[in-house]
């Protein structure tokens, strides 16, 4: 998929290249800012905007002088500006393709932190920098390799000591903040890319005491202050990004592990069992009451919050769900259970298409284009060769069909994973026909149907056997255990919590020690429909696809000659 690495930070440059004309102009360079302030700030919080406005002004009226760490920081800031707009937006006010622009400040961004020498200094501005420099190329990088890059700034923030919370050094307030800020992003950040390549080991891995940003807003917190201000309990600045911090804290791919028997040590009780059923019932009413009842969904921020938060707590549920499906192949899951799953890809996909089809939300989209609900697609598609009939049914077509128009799916997409699965689109709609047709009732293809026939009859024949059932290994469960270990709350908490209770976030993982689970022979034996296309299915490397990632980004060659790209989420057809 990734054909064209450019080999930053490794060979691109090496040494100091002055990128001065880089620069946009002053006019420019405060629309952009501008940009970032609508559009992503919002949602990262990374920075604090009345102090860093003011070193942005100042260093605009004197390029030549801008520090080192500063116009690091200020050229990821205008990649990630071009990143949240669209290519009208971009011809309309700086005259110019997206692509092109996109190429310029990926290109500087990366010149002006070998400059600075990012991989040396111990700087918060220069660590801000290439954190945003890896958002910004997020889309277009393979995800193996976009992970070690983000140890390289996991790795300098621990250097910092950012993992350690800073206020028990004594730091000043604001630094306290913008340390707590940055670190839960980056960890959140690497996490979420090590979720994809199927890595359990990430910035939270290792421990550390870092708190979550206070829930203030940014005037709240000034540069001389020598007390930090109270915490709010209502909506701020910092909903979403609060919202969002939360989910790094909360169990992931990197925690469905199973947890070994003495008597017997293939028998594992991984995420099939009870305890995080109740965890992610408990995880939910904590964000919809911390967070969610103070969201107004006139106000664009807190819709935003509101549907993504959601729409994440269903992934969660969803994922859940699959390894609960994998433990208990090939016997099928109780009726119940899965309703209960349909139901819950059904919404994930709902509320994408609800955030999508949003005009105040346009300038937040580029966040969603990194979160397309794969795992909901992948439970209706393989659900919906068997469930051909009835209200869920057609409900579950409906969304797809919408979600399909909204995403632009027929048109202003491409990648390997859409072209794979255009079959199980086909197969499952194929399905529908037959069982309406047994009902002496015709039904007319949707336009997403008929283009995916189109492309799976162009796609080629396989001549590989489809892979047999696997075979148990030791890294697999025989039969999924009924282990249920004794949770210790920590005695700060046993006064506070009415017995039998958990803590949101027991210090005790309840999934530590626990052996990883073979996945591609657990979801091979699961969901054989999806397995077989293609021959067998690399299911840590589906598990990468989800995250949106697109195969042909922005090349450093191609900004060097001025030749025009194409933007690949503009393309005329899946290709």
Known sequence: MFERPDGFPFVVGGQFESITEQHPSA???????????????????????????????????????????????????????????????????????????LAKYQWAAQQALLNAGFMRSPDLTLLQAYLLYLLGVRQYSDPRSLFCLTGIGVRLAQRMGLQRDGAQFQLSPFEVEERRRLWWTLAGFDRRIGELCGSIITAISNGGNCKLPLNINDADLHLHAKDPPPPHSGATEMMFSLARLEFAKAPGNDKMRGQTSETNPQAIASVADHRLSSYLDRFSTYMEDTYLKYCDPKVPLHYM?????????????????????????????????????????IKMIEYDSMMQARDNLKGFLWYTQMHFPFPAYICLLTELRHRTTGDLCERAWQTICEHADRRKMTSHMRSPMHLSFSPLFVKA?????????????????????????????????????????????????????????????????????????????????????????????????????????GGEMDWNYLMQEYGGFIANGPQMSAYANQTQMQDPTQAATWQ
């Not at 006019?27 to 920075?47: A, D, G």
């Not at 004197?62 to 990143?83: G, H």
């Not at 990883?516 to 657990?522: A, E, K, L, V």
Request: proline share 10%; net charge neutral.
């Open 305 to 345: 919050t509101l549907l993504m938060t959601r729409a994440n707590i269903c992934k969660q549920k969803i994922v859940a769900g699959f390894f609960r499906v994998a433990l208990t192949a090939p016997a099928p899951l109780p009726v119940a259970e899965r309703d209960e799953l349909f139901i819950e890809a």
């Open 429 to 533: 709609w194929d399905a529908r026909e037959a069982a309406e047709a047994a009902l002496g009732r015709t039904l007319a293809p949707p336009r997403l149907i008929t283009h995916m026939r189109q492309i799976a009859a162009r796609l080629p024949k396989t001549t590989k056997k489809r892979t047999p059932v696997p075979t148990p290994s030791p890294k697999i469960p025989v039969i999924s255990g009924a282990y249920v270990p004794a949770v210790h709350t920590p005695p700060e908490q046993q006064q506070s919590l009415p017995t039998g209770t958990v803590p949101l976030y027991p210090d005790t993982d309840m999934f530590a020690n626990m052996q990883p689970i073979d996945m591609n022979r657990q979801f091979a034996t699961a969901f054989p429909d999806v397995n077989n296309f």
């Open 27 to 101: 006019i420019q360079i405060f629309q952009l800012w501008q940009i970032y302030l609508n559009n992503v700030n919002p949602l990262l919080k990374l920075t604090h905007t009345p102090t860093l406005q003011v070193r942005i002004i100042e260093a605009g009226a004197n390029l030549d002088k801008v520090s080192r760490p500063l116009e690091a920081l200020m050229f990821s800031i205008y990649l990630m500006a071009i990143t949240s707009i669209d290519e009208d937006e971009c011809q309309t006010t700086f005259n110019e393709s997206r692509m092109s622009l």
